[in-house]
């Protein structure tokens, strides 16, 4: 086995980022899995993310004024599914996620400042890092999980 890259490194903890931020609504509260696989595909993709709202809008009411976004989504959440597989293998060999019956949380591993900052961080990777703190805290917000996924076109 090969040693992760770098940009593996930074997936991980960008789910771990994701996981954080549902989790300001209750510590109890762990991920979805299936949510876990919708969080890079957006992060990742510069004018999805240019264009998230606030935390006010609902992703049901965001989808629909954005059917762009939606048409390509599905295959980009397709393209990735095996990225974020391993980026939460990485992150769960690293303590920075862990996996509950319940979904997706963030490990016991301690940063400060959490996400890490490192010097090699671009204002790109920033961006992703607050994008997917944002999207943690935004899926909560809708009541349905099937909603979302069959809104977007993603089957689990």
Not at 16 to 38: N, T
Not at 46 to 70: C, D, F, I
Not at 123 to 145: H, M, N, S, T
Request: proline share 8%.
């Amino acid at each position: 086995m090969t040693s992760p890259s770098a940009n593996q490194w930074v997936l991980s903890l960008l789910l771990r980022a994701a996981c954080r931020g549902y989790q300001e609504g209750g510590e109890s509260r762990a991920l979805p899995f299936a949510h876990s696989f919708l969080v890079l595909p957006i992060v990742l993709n510069a004018r999805m993310r240019g264009a998230l709202p606030t935390l006010k809008t609902r992703m049901t009411t965001w989808v629909t004024a954005h059917p762009e976004y939606a048409a390509e989504f599905a295959d980009r959440c397709r393209e990735l599914v095996d990225t974020t597989r391993e980026a939460i293998q990485l992150g769960c060999a690293q303590d920075w996620l862990a996996i509950s019956r319940d979904g997706l949380r963030p490990g016991p591993h301690k940063f400060r400042p959490d996400p890490p900052r490192l010097e090699t961080d671009t204002a790109d990777v920033r961006d992703c890092y607050e994008a997917a703190r944002f999207i943690g805290r935004w899926l909560p917000k809708d009541d349905r999980q099937s909603t979302i996924l069959s809104m977007l076109g993603v089957t689990p």
